[in-house]
């Protein structure tokens, strides 16, 4: 409920036709439980699903469960080195729509 609320507060409904929260399987990434939420609701395979987070240790957990990770690094932060590379990395939303578009 409270994610639901913060996409409506921010005016995104429209834009996202999901949102899930990990509150729903009551553990939290980078548990690959966590991961597998996605893909039970969606029905898809890991490799099948694109992962955007601003959070390295977010992109380094979805890499390592099969996700295709997309790294929004904001800060210019250093990835962790744990051995996972998002496939891109941006500095902003915007770049990464424009990624996405090409």
């Not at 996202?16 to 609701?41: G, R, T, W």
């Not at 904001?74 to 729509?97: F, H, I, M, N, Q």
Request: with cysteine.
């Amino acid at each position: 409920p409270m994610l639901k609320k913060m996409v409506a507060s921010a005016g995104l409904t429209s834009v996202f036709e999901n949102v899930f929260s990990m509150h729903e399987v009551k553990i939290f990434k980078p548990s690959p439980k966590a991961y597998q939420l996605a893909c039970d609701k969606l029905s898809l395979e890991p490799s099948e699903i694109g992962f955007v987070s601003g959070n390295s240790f977010d992109i380094v957990g979805a890499t390592h469960f099969g996700f295709t990770t997309l790294w929004c690094n904001r800060t210019g932060a250093p990835l962790d080195e744990l051995d996972a590379k998002p496939a891109l990395d941006v500095s902003s939303l915007k770049e990464l729509a424009a990624a996405l578009a090409h």
